[in-house]
């Protein structure tokens, strides 16, 4: 489904576009409030491109037209207070600075997303549930495997019994053992591991709490008692998660 936010949009479009498409995008999204000043002949010269690859742009990512896409971007800039930030995958021909800003802007803006979408009332069960914890496992598989461990040193300090595993036997074993008064915190990029799955399933059957830090409507989502979802859009075939390692991250900040 198209977003009515234009910069959203170009986000989610921007590996579809063309190249000259893409310097329509990148202009946009670095000067968005002086778009709305510029008429199509104004905008192609500025970005350096021709008149209908503007309005293939703006078609690109659900406008009718050029004037569409206007009136929708200025309703964005019109109705938040905060900056937006461009989501969008790295090029082989990109600069230093142009690399230095896609990392940070698609971070922040996955940070924003979270911490918008998050659903506090989740939240704060699963809080309420670590608190009481006799014993809390944290469980992660690759990058989230990082997140693990980064989330059993931050609990130890705060004096909780808290163990990270990521190796999928001793998860089974380590699950076979819990009870009602312990709690797993299962954390994935994608939430359809499977070894990841069996042993939430497992800790689950012997009565333990399952707070899951995943995508939603996911099958570890659906086993979890409390689902905080975090959905990055990132290629996890060809690259290490990033933004999602980040937002699981501070997600765990806000737990503890």
């Known amino acids: ?69 206007k009136l929708k971007l200025a309703r964005t800039l019109g109705a938040v207070s905060i900056p937006r930030f461009a989501s969008m995958t790295l090029d082989r021909d990109d600069s230093t600075e142009s690399l230095k800003n896609k990392v940070f802007d698609s971070t922040i803006q996955e940070l924003i997303q979270v911490r918008d979408r998050i659903n506090i009332v989740g939240l704060q069960s699963a809080i309420d549930v670590l608190c009481d914890a006799r014993r809390i496992e944290f469980f992660g598989f690759g990058a989230s495997a990082a997140v693990a ?79 905080l979802a975090i959905a990055a859009e990132e290629n996890t075939e060809l690259f290490t998660p990033l933004t999602s390692r980040i937002a699981h991250l501070v997600v765990i900040d806000v737990l503890a």
């Open 1 to 69: 489904m198209l977003s009515s936010d234009p910069i959203i949009e170009v986000g989610r479009q921007y590996d579809s576009l063309r190249r000259s498409e893409k310097k329509v995008a990148d202009w946009v999204l670095s000067e968005p409030a002086t778009c709305i000043s510029l008429n199509i002949g104004q905008l192609a010269k500025q970005v350096g491109v021709s008149e209908p690859t503007v309005m293939r742009f703006c078609k690109a990512i659900g406008c009718k037209g050029f004037q569409d896409f």
């Open 149 to 227: 461990r980064d989330a059993r040193h931050k609990f130890i300090r705060l004096k909780s019994t808290a163990v990270s595993c990521a190796d999928p036997h001793i998860q089974l074993i380590s699950a076979s053992t819990m009870s009602r008064d312990d709690v797993v915190v299962a954390i994935s990029q994608t939430g359809r591991s499977k070894d990841l799955i069996h042993s939430v399933k497992l800790a689950r059957e012997h009565g333990a709490s399952i707070v899951g830090i995943c995508p939603d409507h996911t099958p570890l989502a659906e086993y979890s008692d409390f689902s």
